[in-house]
């Protein structure tokens, strides 16, 4: 068990808005609510996944819907948010179950949903666990390793901010989990808090992606120490994690994007520039960025990790907040391998978004990232 500063959370949300992916939730929004937690006088333990006992019960609290212009608009008056979606989730999750939860662990790595995770364990006095199920942001309610595991959704609780609460037991799988949640988000206000997947800790050493938060603050201490000491963050974060450099350019006119049942669907162009110079670079997002293009040739997919970085500052950008000329470099990571696994591919990979063409890990056509290479 380890006590974490607040240097440490904003660190930790930083690193998971990079491994987000464009997607994650609105990370200046969790650093402020972190922030406001510690200045109230709350702590903030993080636990590994050895640490928890087994039979000890820890569960996933995230806000499901969209972080586009349109959805943030739309919650005014009868869809106001409350700010606390999902602690009310977790909350009704842990009565209904009976027994109080042991931590709280996030369900991928976001800016918004991992700040959410620590929120709860902070409002409650609870643990944070050193893991996550996707490692990375995605998606969909199915796109975990608690689905690749076979391990069921539910029960499950919903938390509008209407402060209407539903409990879910028995839903057929995770693919279903996903409609209902995104139903439920698409009609009210775009966004909802969910609390599920509440497991045993013997059962979630078996299916969670250990010492993701700790990379995550790896990666957000690095960029940050780099930018105090004036080196260059996309080279020191790439050395320290051993990335890909994909490319590096200016956004191009017309980002292109629409708000459909939930999701945030689009796609924008980067003009090469330095050794990129004469080349262009295609993202297509699905809420995350999905899948990449390099004049016209594919190049990255799902389930690895596709980043867009502000050039100067090696900050996230969220999708959809492209302006046209900024300046950006797109990095690459490896997925973890439980995504590499068969029933990983098939829900989350070109061909499970409609594309018709497989999956090709990052390694085999790029090479880790290289001084040269810079």
Request: proline share 3%; aromatic share 10%.
């Amino acid at each position: 068990m380890r006590s974490l500063t607040l240097e440490n959370s904003i660190d930790i949300l930083k690193g998971c808005a990079i491994l987000g992916t464009g997607g994650g939730g609105d990370l200046e929004n969790g650093i402020q609510k972190v922030r406001d937690y510690f200045r109230s006088g709350k702590s903030l333990s993080l636990i590994s996944l050895e640490e928890i006992p087994d039979n000890e019960i820890i569960a996933s609290p995230y806000n499901v819907g969209s972080v586009s212009p349109k959805a943030e608009e739309s919650r005014t008056g009868l869809h106001a948010r409350t700010g606390a979606e999902a602690l009310n989730a977790f909350e009704k999750l842990q009565s209904y179950i009976g027994k109080k939860f042991y931590g709280s662990i996030s369900i991928e790595l976001g800016g918004g949903n991992t700040a959410a995770a620590i929120c709860v364990a902070m409002d409650l006095g609870i643990n944070l666990v050193d893991a996550d199920s996707a490692g990375r942001s995605v998606p969909g309610v199915q796109h975990t390793s608690f689905y690749i595991e076979n391990i069921p959704v539910s029960p499950l609780a919903i938390a509008t901010g209407l402060e209407e609460f539903f409990i879910i037991d028995g839903i057929k799988d995770d693919l279903r989990a996903e409609e209902f949640t995104r139903f439920v988000a698409a009609n009210s206000g775009n966004l909802i808090g969910v609390a599920s997947h509440p497991l045993t800790g013997k059962v979630l050493k078996g299916a969670a992606l250990s010492g993701t938060i700790t990379l995550a603050e790896k990666i957000g201490r690095t960029v940050r120490t780099a930018l105090e000491s004036q080196k260059d963050p996309i080279f020191e974060l790439l050395s320290a994690v051993h990335g890909y450099f994909l490319f590096e350019g200016r956004v191009a006119k017309g980002v292109k994007w629409k708000d459909i049942g939930g999701y945030i669907v689009g796609e924008f162009s980067i003009e090469g520039e330095n050794r990129f110079t004469g080349h262009d670079y295609r993202i297509w997002f699905k809420n995350e960025n999905i899948i990449s293009w390099m004049d016209g040739r594919q190049d990255v997919s799902a389930p690895d990790l596709i980043t867009v970085l502000e050039r100067s500052t090696g900050a996230s950008v969220m999708n959809p907040y492209f302006r046209e000329g900024m300046q950006v470099a797109v990095v690459g990571f490896k997925s973890h391998q439980e995504w590499r696994k068969e029933k990983g591919l098939k829900v989350f990979s070109p061909r499970s978004f409609g594309f018709n063409f497989p999956f090709i890990p990052i390694e085999r056509t790029h090479n880790e990232f290289s001084r040269k290479e810079y």
